[in-house]
């Protein structure tokens, strides 16, 4: 089974309004941690945002809100007043486990278009 | 702060050639992973390692595949005889040893073309 779901491939969104990127993931352990980044056409993967399973309050940086639902295990990215410069491949990703060494899960990945 | 830095960032070279890529990673950080990336297989990790020792290669495809880690500041990943399916995006990361809520801080990539 797969343990990060990205349901929407592509998805297009009107600069300056908000856009939720779908992201549900798949375990059984207790402590994890979801992360976002962001693959732009040169290709780096840029850091946006983590979210503890422990934490209680959804995370927050800058535009970027991940909207945390623990019980229905989904991490959604949600970005606010879209800009051109967020045209770009987007993944989720997820660390499990309590043991060092646990390593990411990444998803397929959603592809972001903002349209002028 | 610098960041993850990998060299080259573009390798062209023909096939049965030795390929060697390099990473220096953030300095501090306890781990550090190496990718590859596809269109057909997306983000595979392929070795890590935790305070210079290779912890997991499990994702290392064939034996043609190598990566050593001299010293915190420094790893290559060799690849030899390079093959054509061997061409993709390399990936270096690093991150500190914090449990789950470990960020991994990615290099800009090599992106390796073998003809």
């Known amino acids: 089974a797969q343990k990060i779901t990205q349901t929407q491939p592509g998805m297009f969104v009107q600069e300056k309004e908000a856009v939720t990127l779908d992201c549900t993931y798949d375990t059984s352990d207790q402590s994890y941690g979801l992360f976002w980044y962001k693959q732009p056409s040169s290709g780096e993967m840029i850091f946006l945002i983590y979210?503890?399973?422990?934490?209680?309050q959804n995370a927050t940086e800058g535009r970027y809100s991940l909207n945390f639902q623990k019980a229905r295990k989904s991490a959604n990215l949600v970005i606010s007043a879209s800009q051109l410069g967020d045209s770009a491949m987007y993944f989720c990703?997820?660390?499990?486990?309590?043991?060092?060494?646990?390593?990411?899960?990444f998803g397929p990945g959603t592809r972001l278009s903002v349209l002028p | 702060d610098a960041g993850v830095i990998q060299s080259p960032r573009h390798e062209v070279t023909e096939m049965g050639q030795e390929v060697t890529l390099r990473c220096k990673p953030i300095s501090g950080h306890d781990y550090l992973f190496w990718y590859r990336q596809t269109m057909m297989r997306g983000l595979e990790l392929l070795i890590y390692?935790?305070?210079?020792?290779?912890?997991?290669d499990s994702g290392m495809p064939e034996d043609r595949f190598s990566a050593k880690m001299p010293n915190a500041s420094f790893s290559t990943l060799k690849i030899q005889p390079s093959e054509p399916r061997d061409s993709a995006v390399y990936f270096c990361a690093s991150s500190l040893d914090r449990g789950v809520l470990d960020t991994q801080y990615f290099g800009p990539g090599t992106r390796l073309t073998v003809l």
């Open positions: 979210q503890g399973s422990y934490d209680e």
């Open positions: 990703a997820m660390r499990e486990g309590d043991n060092y060494g646990q390593n990411f899960v």
């Open positions: 390692f935790n305070n210079n020792v290779p912890i997991d």
